[in-house]
């Protein structure tokens, strides 16, 4: 078994299963194809690699997104303690134009809102004359420094045109590299093993008419997949603890 720390390798997956199913090396290609399938399906919810950098932003106030992101986790910059205050994510904000230097002028237009015909009465948000704020109070929420939306597509994370800090940090999910030996926490070794049971023989089974058997080993791999995540993320006690503490605070009562 080739294991690195708690993980193990798909190749040693695929063994186990060629010899539970008692079936040749020729069949080592397909069984590969189809047990990185599995890998990926139970690694993009799971298991794949959390990676956090510091990137530098660009002069258009973007940042270049790593070649292997799958997925954001947080985003923000640091404060004096090495804690990671959150930018928030906006979804008003426009990626066009997000990969040309002249972004912010090419995205940037005052002459939406004519202030000069608005009555009085008019029940909207207050117009400053340079941005929106709440008529009543100041709304609550958590220290966001910032705004920020991904444009995968482009492979930049934009910014808002107030950003003022030189960097950010980035949490996402990382993929794997094609030619890094790919490892699976050990827990989900009968979930990738269940997976390869149902995709091999799935489209013997129907061909045969015999769909009971891919349903019957449809569910195997969905039991077997719940019991891993069960094992991988366990609830500790300490956890608990924690998370009442933290929601717990101190009000005035009436």
Request: glycine residues 4%; contains cysteine; charged residues 20%.
């Amino acid at each position: 078994m080739a294991q690195n720390r708690q993980y193990i390798s798909v190749d040693s997956v695929i063994q186990d299963y060629l010899n539970e199913s008692e079936q040749s090396q020729n069949k080592y290609f397909k069984c590969f194809h189809l047990a990185f399938r599995g890998f990926e399906n139970l690694g993009l919810d799971f298991f794949y690699k959390v990676k956090s950098v510091k990137l530098p932003k660009n002069s258009n106030l973007t940042v270049s997104l790593p070649s292997d992101f799958l997925n954001w986790t947080k985003v923000g910059v640091l404060n004096d303690r090495g804690e990671l205050i959150p930018l928030y994510y906006n979804s008003r904000l426009t990626t066009y134009a997000d990969l040309n230097p002249e972004r912010l002028t090419k995205t940037q237009d005052d002459t939406l809102i004519d202030t000069s015909n608005w009555g009085l009465n008019t029940w909207a948000n207050y117009w400053t004359g340079a941005s929106y704020t709440n008529i009543y109070g100041v709304p609550s929420g958590a220290p966001f420094v910032g705004n920020f939306k991904i444009d995968s597509d482009n492979g930049v994370l934009v910014l808002d045109e107030n950003f003022a800090y030189d960097y950010i940090i980035l949490e996402y999910v990382s993929s794997p590299t094609e030619t890094q030996e790919y490892y699976l926490p050990v827990q989900f070794r009968d979930a990738l093993i269940a997976w390869l049971w149902w995709k091999d023989k799935k489209a013997i089974s129907i061909n045969r008419g015999q769909v009971g058997i891919s349903r019957d080993l449809k569910n195997d791999f969905y039991n077997e997949r719940k019991n891993a995540i069960a094992r991988y993320k366990p609830v500790r006690q300490q956890e608990i603890y924690e998370a009442s503490q933290q929601q717990t605070r101190l009000a005035v009562k009436s």
